[in-house]
């Protein structure tokens, strides 16, 4: 670092100056950042304002939330002494990092996968180390378990963002069985794809399952996420979250949403047809390959220069995510399933953009 008036920070801060960086210019139509399309009916935003309204907002709120956690543990199918909860699943997902990663320790994040993952170990000092994703953006039980074996901490989104990517059930259990990481398996996008190793964590201590109501539950503004881990763990990662880290409106709003939780995800199953019509007519687009994807996303690469068709369609009102900056993903796109009219808008400013820009190399 330059300045010597910040000598105080760790050195690995002036490479993550900013840390997680995301451009986002106005567009009517935002297809970025995997979001439900479908906000909250008024009824239901309406029943939370009067929720809140009876509380005491003077006070703080309770010291271990456990009705309220009890209430997730249920909706979920584990027990009460399974489950934290905080501010998104990312907050969680902090907590687990400061509890197990520091200098000396290692972290294996297969890549391309969630920028967070590595912003956040290497912050913590950790040593980051890749693998575990075959040429397709499968993931691979050999080669995970072989870079496991040199690891403390290894991170799993299932499906992944942005491959779509899923891990086998099967080999999951035999990862967490026959190695002594611990395995975080963030199931962010779980209600597209339906499977889960949340029955697992019961008998496994070196297994976390992240799970969040940003995605599915179309409560991103909010910020609400869950680990479910073994008991025994628990206590020890609890030591690493902020006290009182949830307040009173999330819960109100949470509560809500899981008494309604069929009115709220009662799209994903458009959701999810929406997105086998939108692959379907994207590989029909030219010079476009598409992944196959379990999740609210599609991910896809193009023989155009990426960034100049992102930029074109951002010029015609559509925001999709350029990941082509993300490692293995030089000519990759990433586009959130969004409304019908929405997934239509994408499809024809990415028509334009085609017709607009030549074949070739990125710039
Ligand atoms: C894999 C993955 N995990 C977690 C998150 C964010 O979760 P939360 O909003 O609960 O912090 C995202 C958001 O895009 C994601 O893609």
């Not at 967490?176 to 779980?190: G, R």
């Not at 979250?241 to 109100?252: D, R």
């Not at 999740?295 to 009102?317: C, H, I, K, Y």
Request: aromatic share 10%; glycine share 4%.
């Amino acid at each position: 670092m330059q300045n010597t008036t910040f000598q105080f920070f760790k050195q690995q801060l002036s490479k993550l100056a900013g840390g997680y960086k995301l451009d986002v210019p106005p567009c009517p139509i935002k297809l970025n950042q995997n979001e439900n399309p479908y906000d909250w009916p008024s009824t239901l935003k309406q029943a939370v304002f009067e929720r809140v309204r009876d509380v005491d907002w003077n006070r703080y709120p309770p010291f271990v939330p456990a009705d309220f956690t009890s209430k997730v543990a249920k909706y979920l199918g584990v027990g009460a002494d399974q489950v934290l909860v905080g501010n998104g699943s990312n907050e969680l997902l902090y907590a687990i990092f400061v509890a197990t990663l520091e200098p000396g320790r290692k972290v294996l994040i297969p890549q391309p996968t969630f920028t967070l993952y590595k912003l956040l170990a290497e912050i913590l000092g950790a040593e980051v180390l890749t693998a575990g994703l075959d040429d397709d953006m499968q993931y691979d039980a050999v080669a995970l378990e072989t870079a496991a074996r040199d690891a403390n901490v290894v991170v799993l989104a299932s499906p992944n963002n942005p491959t779509g990517s899923v891990i086998n059930p099967i080999d999951l259990e035999h990862l967490v069985q026959t190695t002594h990481a611990l395995w975080i398996v963030d199931e962010a996008y779980f209600e597209f794809h339906g499977e889960t190793a949340l029955e697992l964590t019961r008998t496994c201590p070196n297994l976390v399952v992240l799970r969040t109501f940003s995605k599915a539950f179309a409560t991103a503004g909010l910020r609400f996420g869950c680990m479910v881990c073994h008991p025994n763990a628990l206590p020890l990662f609890a030591a690493a979250k902020l006290p009182y880290n949830l307040n009173i409106f999330t819960m109100a709003a949470v509560e809500t949403a899981m008494e309604h939780a069929v009115t709220l995800k009662g799209r994903l199953e458009e959701i999810k047809r929406e997105r086998e019509r939108v692959a379907r007519l994207l590989k029909a687009s030219r010079g476009v390959r598409v992944y196959p994807s379990r999740s609210n996303f599609l991910l896809f690469e193009t023989d155009r220069d990426p960034r100049a068709l992102w930029q074109s369609m951002v010029n015609r009102g559509v925001l999709i995510r350029d990941v082509s900056s993300y490692p293995r993903l030089e000519r990759a796109l990433r586009v959130s399933i969004g409304r019908p009219e929405e997934n239509d808008a994408f499809l024809k400013a990415l028509e334009f953009a085609i017709t607009e820009i030549a074949p070739g190399a990125k710039a």
